[in-house]
């Protein structure tokens, strides 16, 4: 079964920083673009940051980018999002997905999500 | 960036009822339309890719159209358990970019 675990999300000051990790298992995960994806608390869906497979192709949200930075251990099966500098519009619910396929074409799986609270 | 405007942002509907929901592009995205369904407290859940595929395990009452621009989610006879928010999302080009949701009731 494949299946997305996310962890590291917490309440954390303006400005602070914080590190979001996904464990990732039940398929070969250096085969596929890997996503975060958040949602603020009430709102709607917002891609955030991608990267392929072969750590070459990155790309990210203007929302975030020059803040947060996406990396892999394909060795590990993970997925990490580090995030800098950051507000309370980056409230939200923090979601690591995996492209439908090898070739893309929507998220599936996705992690159970965890939270990320900035507030002083 | 392509803008996605989904449509009605909410619909209520008694159970049995046809329900759709449109989503449009703000550009030609092809046929890399995804739709998800997300129930409270949960993580979405891709119901139908690349505009009309079903997604094993998916009720065969909810079907996909459209291509280019314009695109429909189409459930044809509504179940309790159907009550949800719906999310297009355009898979064509970065960034990805989702619609602003529909949420569906039950009457």
């Known amino acids: 079964e494949m299946q997305l675990v996310e962890s590291g999300g917490g309440l954390v000051k303006p400005g602070g920083s914080l590190r979001l990790s996904c464990i990732a298992s039940?398929?070969?995960?250096?085969?596929?673009?890997m996503y975060w994806v958040r949602q603020a608390p009430g709102q709607g869906l917002e891609w955030i940051a991608s990267m392929n497979g072969r750590y070459s192709d990155i790309y990210y949200a203007d929302s975030v980018r020059g803040r947060f930075t996406i990396s892999r251990d394909n060795a590990k099966k993970s997925l990490y999002l580090q995030m800098n500098s950051l507000r309370a519009d980056d409230t939200a619910v923090y979601y690591c997905v995996r492209d439908l396929t090898e070739g893309g074409g929507g998220f599936d799986p996705w992690g159970q999500g965890t939270l990320v609270t900035v507030s002083s | 960036d392509i803008q996605m405007t989904q449509s009605p942002s909410s619909v209520s509907a008694s159970v049995g009822d046809r329900v759709t929901i449109t989503c449009r592009a703000s550009?030609?995205?092809?046929?890399?339309l995804v739709w998800y369904q997300q129930k409270p407290g949960k993580a979405p859940k891709l119901l139908i890719d690349?505009?009309?595929s079903l997604q094993s395990g998916v009720p065969s009452r909810f079907s996909g159209d459209g291509s280019g621009t314009d695109f429909t989610l189409t459930i044809s006879s509504l179940q309790p358990e159907d009550s949800a928010t719906y999310y297009c999302?355009?898979?064509?080009?970065?960034?990805?970019?989702f619609g602003g949701g529909t949420k569906v009731e039950i009457k």
């Open positions: 039940g398929f070969t995960f250096s085969s596929y673009s």
């Open positions: 550009q030609g995205i092809s046929s890399s």
């Open positions: 999302q355009q898979a064509h080009s970065f960034p990805l970019t």
């Open positions: 690349a505009a009309s």
